[in-house]
């Protein structure tokens, strides 16, 4: 797959995708006799993995330190499970903090409802 085709499919600009290349989150892309970017399905599949991390709130610099370390091998286990372990509990903390955001929300909603119908009356 082509740069502008991985760029479309996940709707990251080009230079994302060359910056995420550069700094190692991708590892060596393979390119073709032309120069041209060929992504493999392993490449598109730690992709999908990075923006899974992105949205789970984990930084780049984290991200890259959790794939150096699968690459390791199984010797960095335990540092894996803890980077995960830290950034659920923050998952849990934001998800809270949303539905206590939502609930005080809905509340307000309600309560311009109710002020909405006496004024109809």
Known sequence: ?????VSERFQLSIP???YYEEIGLLGNIQRSENKTRIYTE?????LDFIL???????????????????DEG????????EILEVQREYLIDQ???????LKRLEKKIDGYQ????????
């Open 16 to 18: 994302t995708l060359r």
């Open 95 to 101: 998800i809270d903090q949303l539905q206590t955001s």
């Open 74 to 81: 199984d010797e960095t286990l335990e540092r894996r499970k």
């Open 114 to 121: 109710n002020l909405i119908l006496e004024k109809e009356k």
């Open 52 to 70: 899974c991390f992105k949205k789970a709130g984990l930084g780049l610099k984290q991200i890259k330190e959790y794939l150096d370390l699968c």
């Open 42 to 46: 392993k490449d598109i599949e730690r």
């Open 1 to 5: 797959m082509k740069i502008h085709e």
